[in-house]
Nanobody
C-alpha cells in the first residue's frame, strides 16, 4: 500500500533540462525523507538529492549541486527533480526513495526507476 512511481525520464541532449516526478501513495509525505538516487550502467547507486522532515532540509550530491533541484507539491503528493545543464555523466536510471525510522525500525521504500539518457 506504500507506493512510489517515477515518471518523466527521456533522452535529452547535453545542456538540456528535464523534470522527473515521484508520485507518492499510501503514506503521509511529511513523515518521510524523500530522496532521488541514480545508477549508471556498471556503477553503484548514488544519492542525487533529498528533502527531509521536519523542516524540509534539502541536500544534494556533489556532482549535481547547482544544476539539479528537488521540490515537492504537498497537495498533489508529488516530489520533483528539476534537472538542468545535463551532461552524458547524468545518464542512468533514477529512483525515488522514501524512508523513516519509526517504532525502532527503519522503513524504506523504492520506486521502479525511470531512465534518463544524455547522448555524448
Amino acid at each position: 500500500q506504500v507506493t512510489l512511481m517515477e515518471s518523466g525520464g527521456d533522452s535529452v541532449q547535453a545542456g538540456g533540462s528535464l523534470r522527473l516526478s515521484c508520485a507518492i501513495g499510501g503514506f503521509t509525505f511529511r513523515n518521510y525523507t524523500i530522496s532521488w538516487h541514480r545508477q549508471a550502467l556498471g556503477k553503484v547507486r548514488e544519492l542525487v538529492a533529498s528533502v527531509a522532515p521536519p523542516d524540509d532540509t534539502i541536500t544534494y550530491g556533489a556532482s549535481v549541486e547547482g544544476r539539479f533541484f528537488i521540490s515537492r507539491d504537498s497537495y498533489k503528493n508529488i516530489v520533483y527533480l528539476h534537472m538542468n545543464m545535463l551532461t552524458p555523466d547524468d545518464t542512468g536510471v533514477y529512483f525515488c526513495r522514501a524512508d523513516r525510522f519509526y517504532n525502532g525500525r527503519h522503513w524504506e521504500y523504492w520506486g521502479q526507476g525511470t531512465r534518463v539518457t544524455v547522448p555524448s
